[in-house]
């Protein structure tokens, strides 16, 4: 049997539908967690996390964070006493919902706050501390990394 542009064109109909039947499969078996179960109404109430995010901007210390024996984050001190700073920390890890962490802002003397390594992986998280202090509210983002 020779080979013709008749068996070239069944080739490449063939192909194409076996690499879209195993693009499928591969697909649906890849897990997706979402940000939030409830993103739609997190949505709505965007322009408030904007205004918190321009109060943590026009601060003049900002939050700092530490990765080393443990995830340190410290306050700015010159806004409220450490006892009126309320709020979440919420940690959170994209690749898996299962990793994340939220915890609230319990600060020392020092306006700092510790959370211990044996609760994270290492890999890429996203740091959302969401506070308020003297009744001003504040939002501020950053990515963290974690060997």
């Given amino acids: 049997m020779k080979f013709n542009w008749g068996h070239g064109i069944a080739l490449v109909i063939v192909t194409g539908v076996i690499f879209f039947i195993s693009l499928v499969f591969i697909t649906t078996r890849e897990r997706v967690d979402m940000v939030t179960e409830d993103y739609y109404p997190k ?85 959302i501390i969401e506070w308020e202090a003297n009744g001003q509210p504040y939002l501020t983002k950053q990515d963290i990394y974690i060997d």
């Fill in 43 to 127: 949505e709505l109430k965007y322009d408030a996390q904007m205004d918190k995010m321009k109060n943590y901007n026009a601060l003049d210390k900002k939050v700092v964070v530490n990765v080393g024996n443990a995830f340190e984050i410290t306050f700015p001190d010159n806004i409220a006493d450490a006892n009126m700073i309320k709020g979440l920390v919420h940690i959170y890890r994209p690749s898996n919902k299962e990793f994340d962490v939220e915890e609230e802002i319990k600060l020392n003397e020092q306006f700092t706050m510790s959370i211990p390594l044996h609760k994270f992986q290492s890999g890429k998280y996203e740091l």
